[in-house]
T-cell receptor, first 115, second 119 residues
Framework: ETGVTQTPRHLVMGMTNKKSLKCEQHLGHNAMYWYKQSAKKPLELMFVYNFKEQTENNSVPSRFSPECPNSSHLFLHLHTLQPEDSALYLC??????????????FGPGTRLLVL | AQTVTQSQPEMSVQEAETVTLSCTYDTSESDYYLFWYKQPPSRQMILVIRQEAYKQQNATENRFSVNFQKAAKSFSLKISDSQLGDAAMYFCAYRSAQAGGTSYGKLTFGQGTILTVHP
């Protein structure tokens, strides 16, 4: 595997379900991000992890719970979601602090549908 | 807070022709990065080109080049010799380069421009 991978690619869940999205980066980066992309809206940053520590929570509802066990893996745990949470969830990673290498590289996304 | 504006929701171009996508941004910072990302129907967000604000020279990557006007806060993308594979949604994005700032690490995206390439 190369780059940034995300599983599953598609997910359908009911409002009472609990599911998790997984992201893995194979680039040796130290920062990882979750973004939400809804129809007709710009990408919204949700969470930032730098060296496994959460450095940003962009006012995301508590029904979204991130977890970063190490610098290569990032999870987004979902519970009691609402239909308006249906969107494409994108994971990204970057190598921060090395002077000019802060470009973020994205995974293919998980298309989530909440019924 | 920084904002990024793409005023062209849709653009079209004939194959082999040149097209320019517009982007403007608002910031009070002097040190930052600007990016163009491409998102084809597969939804994979792919980096097209990046520009460091401290560099006066416009970035180029093969058929892709930018016109970076720092004073005007403008960052347009020019695609030369357009190909069918260039058809996608294009996003302009801003990232602060000021370490330790509250916005460091955040990518702020524009609304996107859908580019159609006609054969």
């Amino acid at each position: 595997e190369t780059g940034v991978t995300q599983t599953p690619r598609h997910l359908v869940m009911g409002m009472t379900n609990k599911k998790s999205l997984k992201c893995e980066q194979h680039l040796g980066h130290n920062a990882m991000y979750w973004y939400k992309q809804s129809a007709k809206k710009p990408l919204e940053l949700m969470f930032v992890y730098n060296f496994k520590e959460q450095t940003e929570n962009n006012s995301v509802p508590s029904r979204f719970s991130p977890e970063c066990p190490n610098s290569s893996h990032l999870f987004l745990h979902l519970h009691t979601l609402q239909p308006e949470d249906s969107a494409l969830y994108l994971c990204a990673s970057s190598q921060d602090g090395s002077g000019g290498q802060e470009t973020q590289y994205f995974g293919p996304g998980t298309r989530l549908l909440v019924l | 807070a920084q904002t990024v504006t793409q005023s062209q929701p849709e653009m079209s171009v004939q194959e082999a022709e040149t097209v320019t996508l517009s982007c403007t941004y608002d910031t009070s910072e002097s040190d930052y990065y600007l990016f163009w990302y491409k998102q084809p129907p597969s939804r994979q967000m792919i980096l097209v080109i990046r520009q460091e604000a401290y560099k006066q020279q416009n970035a180029t990557e093969n058929r892709f080049s930018v016109n970076f006007q720092k004073a005007a806060k403008s960052f347009s993308l020019k695609i030369s010799d357009s190909q069918l594979g260039d058809a996608a949604m294009y996003f302009c994005a801003y990232r602060s380069a000021q370490a330790g700032g509250t916005s460091y690490g955040k990518l702020t995206f524009g609304q996107g421009t859908i580019l159609t390439v006609h054969p």
